[in-house]
């Protein structure tokens, strides 16, 4: 069965704590993606990959960091930096990375910061 | 840039009542637009896309689209509403290439009986 994991489902954080959100595919796509979704808010990108060991930033990428040293993974993490970390992350990958391309989207890690 | 306005955050039909959905954009050039679903504490699913071929975008679940460059809309309808379409709905934009998709803020579907 092709299709994205995330883990884990669920991640409690203390504050000052670096954390790392899992994401791997097997639909041999090149292009990776990672959104924060808050409530009311839609998704926004956070950082995006369209080739192994190459990633820009997306719209908020302040706070977090990525790697892609794999084609099926792009772990990223939630630094101390990042002042409001609680939300939805999904991770996401597209074929190419165009434009014109279907995302298809993991079940998501829902980051709590105590 | 390009955006995307999705009007009403939140939708309430009855069951068997027709859904509309409703997503204006704003682009520069042709866009590219998607229709997702997301069911809760989930991750978001293609309902369907406009790539510039046929103006009306027929999708899964019975769900369809169409696209009106007059009204700069990409508004989703579905005849008659069931319960397991209750739901939040994302429409994105992209102008394709190199441009990457920009999300609405979504509207949730709620589904009376």
């Known amino acids: 069965d092709g299709g994205i994991t995330q883990s884990p489902k669920y991640l409690f954080r203390k504050e000052g704590q670096n954390v790392t959100l899992s994401c791997e595919q097997n639909?041999?796509?090149?292009?990776m993606y990672w959104y924060r979704q808050d409530p009311g808010q839609g998704l926004r990108l956070i950082y995006y990959?369209?080739?192994?060991?190459?990633?820009q930033k997306g719209d908020i990428a302040e706070g977090y960091s990525v790697s892609r040293e794999k084609k099926e993974s792009f772990p990223l993490t939630v630094t101390s930096a990042q002042k409001n970390p609680t939300a939805f992350y999904l991770c996401?990958?597209?074929?190419?990375?165009?434009?014109?391309?279907?995302?298809?989207f993991g079940p998501g890690t829902r980051l709590t910061v105590l | 840039a390009q955006s995307v306005t999705q009007l009403g955050s939140h939708v309430s039909v009855s069951e068997g009542a027709l859904v509309l959905l409703r997503c204006n954009y704003s682009s520069s050039v042709p866009p590219y637009l998607f229709w997702y679903v997301q069911y809760p504490n989930q991750g978001l699913q293609l309902l369907l896309k406009?790539?510039?071929?046929?103006?009306l975008v027929k999708g899964i679940n019975g769900f369809e689209a169409e696209f009106k460059k007059s009204e700069t809309s990409f508004h989703l309808t579905k005849p008659s509403a069931h319960m397991s379409d209750a739901a939040e709905y994302f429409c994105?934009?992209?102008?394709?290439?190199?441009?990457?998709?920009?999300f609405g803020k979504g509207t949730k579907l709620t589904v009376n009986p």
């Open positions: 990959s369209q080739i192994v060991n190459d990633f």
């Open positions: 406009y790539t510039s071929a046929a103006t």
């Open positions: 994105a934009v992209s102008r394709g290439g190199s441009e990457k998709l920009v």
């Open positions: 639909l041999n796509h090149d292009a």
């Open positions: 996401a990958s597209s074929i190419l990375g165009s434009g014109t391309d279907t995302q298809y």
